[in-house]
DNA sequence: TGCCGAAAGTTTACATATAAACTATTTGGC
DNA sequence: GCCAAATAGTTTATATGTAAACTTTCGGCA
């Protein structure tokens, strides 16, 4: 059936579906929240994603592959071995060739960096409160477990 | 129930809040949705960014300015700069000195950017609700509602 | 009229993401 | 033991995002 001309002719609504709304909402608010993020991570002279490689070593507590880095934050291979340069350079990390698998190179962080982390917590803590304060805790779980439905339904 | 986020992440301690639990699940998922949008755009020779702009534009229904396309795409203007060079390589939007005030270049889009738009709507349409597909629509709108309320408490 | 600040875009520099091709090393079969 | 496939990581090419400096043009105001 031919749409009507006054359909053709009607404005576009804003919307062609909730789905899109929904997705174009997650953008926009994700792309909002990660330059607050970066922002406090430039004070630091850090990237978002410097801090991220970071947070990563700390989490693990020993030292990683570059891949398994990878790995954690849902990136490809090359973007890691950059941001290892860039953080090798700062003498944030260090980098050695496993001696049991010569293809392997083991990253760790040094002193210099887990005293940088340490600095850098509570503001992290509190922006992550201070740009969510708008929304009250209960809420933010519904949300987080949407979240969780949303991803499992696309990996599987 | 989804896998929590924290075990997919392999993260060993617990979050440290729930903030900071919901800025990584929007991340971690928003990521995931462009990275499948994305997939599908390569597929019509575009990017995300470039297919954007050619939504603006169609949305519109008459010339714009470059950096009233920035504005609603909340981006910077160099980078709009640089997607209106590719689409004008591509033929897809022209782009003309204003003879009201010299400074500003208004763009349109090309009738081969309408009949390309046009024959991706329902693979796009398709696409977010396979996405979305795990969600039921209530819990989408209570989703882009919270959202809402995030966006109003950072910028305010 | 002439100057000065603001606005529209561009250019440059740097950080990052993805894809694809490549190197080096290990491992599994035969 | 040797060769092929798999794995760890790098390199290159293209696209994007942000910041900062710069050019051209417009408009207000003395």
Redesign the pocket.
């Known amino acids: 059936m031919p749409p009507s001309l006054q359909k053709e002719l009607k404005k576009r609504g804003p919307f062609d579906s909730v789905e899109q709304e929904a997705m174009l909402a997650l953008m926009r608010t994700t ?1 909002l929240l990660e ?1 607050r993020l ?2 406090l991570f430039r004070d630091y002279g850090l ?4 801090y991220n490689v970071l947070r990563i070593l700390r989490g693990e507590g020993k030292p990683m ?4 880095i ?1 790995e954690r ?14 953080l090798l350079k700062l003498e944030l990390i260090t ?1 050695t060739q ?1 001696s ?7 990253i760790e962080l040094t002193p210099a960096a887990a005293k940088l982390l340490k600095r850098m917590d509570q503001p992290v803590l509190d922006l992550h409160a201070s740009l969510l304060k708008s929304v009250n805790k209960s809420d933010l779980r519904t949300m987080i477990r949407t979240l969780g439905v949303v991803r499992s339904g696309v990996q599987g």
Chains 1, 2 share one sequence.
Do not use: H, Y
Request: aromatic letters at 2%; proline letters at 6%; glycine letters at 0%.
């Open positions: 792309d330059n970066a922002r990237t978002l994603t410097q592959p570059c891949l398994e990878a934050m849902i990136q490809v291979a090359p973007a890691i071995t950059r941001v290892v340069d860039q980098k496993s049991s698998d010569r293809r392997v190179f083991e």
